[in-house]
């Protein structure tokens, strides 16, 4: 008897809880908003291995031979991380699976906390590799399940296809019991070693797959149909099936498509068929709409709705019944919360030195120190992807010399994949310098631990990654460490290597503002007889720090973590650390 109960989960826990109870026993990740927290959930499980991987591709490798060797294994990523996994991914549709292999990809409708908006259902389609899309924490749950099943009967990894919606919110879950599942692995050269000659043999396997895979699309349970009031059809899936429901309910008749692809056309034509008018809701590009389209039949989609952006029920209402919706409360005018560093952010400090230095350019990466782009630092002239600041310093030094470029990029990016940038730069005799801001932390999606923090995901002891040594095993000879609160030294030491014709790294450390382990000190306070009113202390953008409407400049001292970095500006002596405000 199954010890079954319900619970609430957010859409990232409820995968947490498939992956357990279907026994798999690996999971790798990287973190990713708004993946992160599958992989953090999973790690509470002590049956499964749980990893922070250095990047998707390893994570997904990784998770592959985990499969190979008879275990079922789960591998999560935001959709950006798929474009980095994607090389695995495409040869393992070809290689197929031995245990099962589920890969969550969580996309960004929305652009939440992502540089794009890239719909991951292309990759499903390119790569010809089945696709799930949960549109529920229950769902999440019992797919993530099924697709293990799915993996091993159909011999194919299993990509499940999430959204920022469905991964952040909760709803209720049956919880059952876990079950092991374990498979002898068989050496199998002509199935998973993918020279040209097996890869040719492969890809006929893998045409047929798909075929049978359009024939279960057309009968499975995954894909529902809810007749209703039959003048309105809609196929949707996902959470913009939700926001269909919520916003029709039995004004409408429903084809919800829990697998994504291959998609059905049988089925489809049937619906079609049984409704005055269809339209196809989806978040992002008119994936099933197209598909809707090759089968000849009208639907209307994309000229209604959005190609950009989260929908909402209100919306699909407006557009759908052609009136406004009823019973929902009027969004009130919200004061704006732009996104900062937070207060105490060594980040912040190391811009507003680099800030000091004329005609700098700065090329970016992905991490909390994006932020180094937005007033009042605007310090930051380009971000394009994982890694990418280090590469694009050696392309533009290169390519006009006469530039003073320094590329930034934090500590969990460098071991992404900021590390072939850097031995681009000393292979090919560039000079370029290379500004590492380590705060001992995976800072932007929630402080997870990553190589060079000497932690697992378990929080167990390992193995920590030395940046000075690994910098000097590519061939770089100029390595410096230094504080960024450490106002003065910082500056000189950026000035000075940008200036110097060979390659140099310049590593910034100072832990994160937020870890626990970081004792703060007194907070500070502007003392108003010593302030002239300069404002000088607002040009870090300190969150802590304001200027009330009688012109006076004040901390709050709830806010300020007592850094001290605002006395480094002030020079009245008008900053002072304890006391009242």
């Known amino acids: 008897m199954q010890n079954m109960t319900r619970a609430l989960l957010l859409g990232n826990e409820a995968i947490a809880r498939g992956a357990y109870e279907a026994g798999v026993k690996f999971a790798s990740a990287y973190p990713g908003t708004p993946s992160s927290e599958i992989t953090k959930y999973v790690a509470e499980y002590d049956e499964i291995f749980a990893e922070w991987a250095p990047n998707e591709k390893v994570s997904l490798e990784a998770a592959y031979g985990a499969s190979l ?8 990523m935001k959709h950006v991380g ?126 047929e797959r798909i075929l049978k895979l359009k024939e279960f699309a057309e009968t499975t349970d995954l894909n529902t149909v809810e007749y209703n009031d039959k003048k309105i059809g809609v196929i949707s899936s996902g959470i913009a099936y939700a926001y269909a429901k919520d916003a029709l309910g039995d004004k409408a008749s429903y084809l919800k498509l829990g697998m994504v692809y291959p998609l059905p056309e049988k089925l489809i034509k049937d619906f079609c068929a049984n409704v005055d008018v269809c339209y196809v809701i989806e978040e992002l590009e008119p994936y099933i709409e197209e598909h809707c389209k090759i089968l000849g039949l009208e639907v209307k989609g994309k000229e209604c709705f959005s190609l950009i952006g989260e929908y909402s029920s209100r919306m699909i209402s407006d557009v759908v019944l052609n009136e406004k919706a009823e019973g929902y409360a009027e969004i009130p005018n919200l004061p704006g919360r732009p996104p900062v560093m937070c207060a105490g952010c060594s980040h912040r400090a190391a811009f507003y030195g680099l800030k000091q230095i004329p005609n700098l350019v700065v090329t970016g990466d992905i991490g909390c120190y994006t932020l180094g782009a937005t007033p009042p630092l605007n310090l930051m002239d380009s971000c394009l992807d994982m890694g990418a600041a280090v590469s694009m310093a050696h392309g533009m030094n290169i390519a006009d010399p006469s530039l003073k470029v320094l590329g930034v990029i934090g500590d969990s990016t460098f071991v992404h994949s900021g590390i072939t940038g850097l031995i681009d730069i000393v292979y090919n005799k560039g000079s370029a310098t290379v500004l590492i801001l380590d705060n001992y932390t995976t800072g932007m999606t929630g402080g997870q631990d990553h190589p060079g923090t000497g932690l697992t995901i378990k929080g167990e002891t390992t193995k920590k990654v030395d940046f000075v040594e690994l910098c000097k095993s590519i061939g770089v000879e100029r390595i410096f460490t230094v504080d960024p609160h450490d106002y003065e030294k910082f500056v000189m030491l950026v000035k000075a290597e940008i200036e110097v014709n060979e390659p140099s790294v310049i590593i910034a450390q100072r832990p994160c503002a937020l870890l626990k382990y970081v004792v703060h000190g007194s907070p500070y306070h502007v003392d108003q007889d010593n302030c002239n009113k300069c404002g000088i202390c607002m040009e870090i953008g300190c969150p802590a720090i304001n200027e009330t409407s009688d012109g006076d400049y ?15 500006l002030c020079g009245f002596d008008a900053i002072k650390q304890g006391g009242d405000q």
């Open 554 to 568: 004040v901390i709050n001292m709830t806010l300020c973590v007592g850094c001290g970095y605002c006395t480094n």
């Open 82 to 207: 798929l474009n980095v996994a994607s090389d695995p991914l495409f040869t393992a549709s070809y290689t197929g699976v031995n245990a099962g292999l589920v890969i969550c990809v969580a996309d960004d409708s929305g652009m939440h906390s992502s540089q794009d908006e890239q719909d991951s259902r292309h990759y499903a389609r390119a790569s010809k590799t089945m696709m799930l899309e949960p549109s529920d924490s229950a769902e999440c749950l019992e797919f993530t399940k099924r697709g293990y099943e799915l993996s091993e009967e159909f011999d194919t990894p299993v990509l499940q296809r999430m959204s920022t919606r469905i991964c952040h919110s909760r709803t209720i879950a049956k919880l059952s019991d876990r079950k092991e599942f374990s498979k002898e692995y068989k050496k199998d050269i002509w199935k998973y070693v993918m020279m040209p000659l097996m890869a040719r043999k492969r890809h006929v396997v893998v045409e």
């Open 69 to 76: 060797a008879g275990k079922r294994a789960l591998c999560a």
